[in-house]
């Protein structure tokens, strides 16, 4: 199986502190995509972003920030001034996109605590 | 605003008993995926359909669980008999999936299900 590996289980960080998380996938398409996706306290999987494997650029989004690193196969996400808000579960994710091919692998999860 | 609707939203049930559980994928979506969440295993990927048809369900166990498309608008997924170890949040998601789509999944907000 082509994994996405998210190794760190927990993190706590102070709010105003930026964090990142680490995400690490194995794929053998040449195709394919990544995403990360939040789930608060409520549990909704709420959609962050998406990127395919031919854009490499990295992306800002407010205090989101992805960096995506092909030669090393990382996809990692950075919160930057984190607030109470930010606390979550964070799901990195891989989908195979040759040929119709739409299955998507999720990794373990990170779960983020901003203390206050 | 468009969203995939799953019911019951809550089930507790005791050893034995027949589940079922329902999800209306978004209106237009043609691939529809049954994740199961458990703090152990995180999120497992059960079983998906692309356009009603099964295209894998090789994370479901098949003596117990069954999973169909009566039609593009309902996706079931039952659990007989249940047993407590399928005790989990069952998510259900949809994606707009035409061959070379790139997009994301849209997550249902589960339902959690409680076998004693």
């Avoid at chain 1, 959609?47 to 395919?52: A, E, K, V």
């Avoid at chain 2, 949809?94 to 409680?114: H, K, P």
Wanted: net charge neutral; hydrophobic share 35%.
């Amino acid at each position: 199986a082509q994994k996405v590996t998210q190794a760190q289980t927990e993190i706590s960080v102070v709010e105003k502190e930026d964090v990142t998380l680490d995400c690490v996938y194995e794929t053998r398409d040449t195709t394919y995509y990544l995403f990360w996706y939040k789930q608060p306290p409520s549990g909704e999987l709420v959609f962050l972003i998406r990127r395919n494997s031919f854009d490499e650029q990295n992306e800002i989004s407010g205090r989101y920030s992805w960096n995506f690193q092909k030669s090393t196969s990382s996809f990692n996400f950075t919160i930057t001034a984190s607030q109470v808000v930010d606390s979550a579960v964070y799901f990195c994710a891989r989908r195979g996109g040759s040929g119709g091919y739409q299955k998507v692998t999720f990794g373990t999860g990170t779960k983020l605590q901003v203390i206050p | 605003d468009a969203r995939v609707t799953q019911t019951p939203r809550d089930k507790v049930t005791e050893m034995g008993q027949e589940v079922t559980m329902r999800c209306q994928p978004i209106l237009g979506h043609n691939t529809v995926f049954w994740y199961r969440q458990t703090m152990m295993q995180g999120l497992e990927l059960l079983a998906y359909f692309r356009n009603r048809a099964p295209l894998d369900d090789s994370g479901m166990p098949k003596d117990r669980f069954s999973a169909e498309m009566p039609d593009a608008t309902l996706a079931t997924l039952k659990i007989q008999p249940s047993e407590p170890r399928d005790s989990a949040v069952y998510f259900c998601a949809s994606a707009a999936g035409l061959a070379g789509n790139t997009g994301e999944l849209f997550f249902g907000e589960g339902s959690r299900l409680t076998v004693l």
